[in-house]
């Protein structure tokens, strides 16, 4: 099955890895636990944060794998304790976010069941820069004079290739 490019554009030159990034975002879970927020808290701050009640820091993981945070949870059920009845469940989760280059994570803060992690994105700079034009002294495109015809063709053309 092919699959149709967003950026088969002859305009967008280089963008390969963020069509391969796109494609990662959209392999991953769609399942909505834990839910999440994300907001800006400054002009180049963000903060994620997950809903967790339930779970300890210890039972939390926040790792930078290549160009992912992945935030993970897993609860062990204590045999001890007995249920008469169990709405919450001990559910493991993974919660992956891409993030774009320059993206520094800052820490993570576990407070009243919410795990917030703070993100500062990089000042873009932007450059600009002249590329000069060179000019050469003779052209690189082929003089129909210059072209060798083949033998069989030299027959065929006769007297029209002798008036070029």
């Given at each position: 099955?092919?699959?149709?490019?967003?950026?088969?554009?002859?305009?967008?030159?280089?963008?390969?890895?963020?069509?391969?990034?796109?494609?990662?975002?959209?392999?991953?879970?769609?399942?909505?636990?834990?839910?999440?927020?994300?907001?800006?808290?400054?002009?180049d701050d963000i903060r994620i944060?997950?809903?967790?009640?339930?779970?300890?820091?210890?039972?939390?993981?926040?790792?930078?794998?290549?160009?992912?945070?992945?935030?993970?949870?897993?609860?062990?059920?204590?045999?001890?304790?007995?249920?008469?009845?169990?709405?919450?469940?001990?559910?493991?989760?993974?919660?992956?976010?891409?993030?774009?280059?320059?993206?520094?994570?800052?820490?993570?803060?576990?407070?009243?069941?919410?795990?917030?992690?703070?993100?500062?994105?990089?000042?873009?700079?932007?450059?600009?820069?002249?590329?000069?034009?060179?000019?050469?002294?003779?052209?690189?495109?082929?003089?129909?004079?210059?072209?060798?015809?083949?033998?069989?063709?030299?027959?065929?053309?006769?007297?029209?290739?002798?008036?070029?």
């Open positions: 099955m092919t699959r149709l490019s967003l950026f088969n554009s002859p305009f967008l030159l280089g963008f390969d890895e963020l069509e391969r990034a796109l494609d990662r975002v959209s392999k991953t879970s769609s399942d909505g636990y834990p839910p999440y927020n994300i907001e800006r808290t400054g002009e944060s997950l809903a967790v009640a339930g779970f300890s820091p210890e039972e939390l993981s926040v790792t930078i794998e290549d160009t992912q945070l992945v935030i993970r949870g897993k609860q062990d059920d204590d045999p001890a304790r007995e249920f008469l009845h169990r709405g919450i469940a001990a559910r493991q989760f993974q919660r992956s976010f891409l993030l774009a280059e320059g993206i520094e994570v800052l820490g993570a803060d576990l407070d009243n069941g919410l795990l917030h992690v703070s993100l500062k994105r990089p000042v873009v700079e932007t450059h600009s820069r002249t590329i000069e034009i060179k000019t050469g002294g003779k052209s690189k495109r082929p003089n129909l004079k210059e072209i060798d015809i083949e033998p069989e063709e030299k027959a065929s053309t006769g007297d029209a290739h002798a008036r070029l």
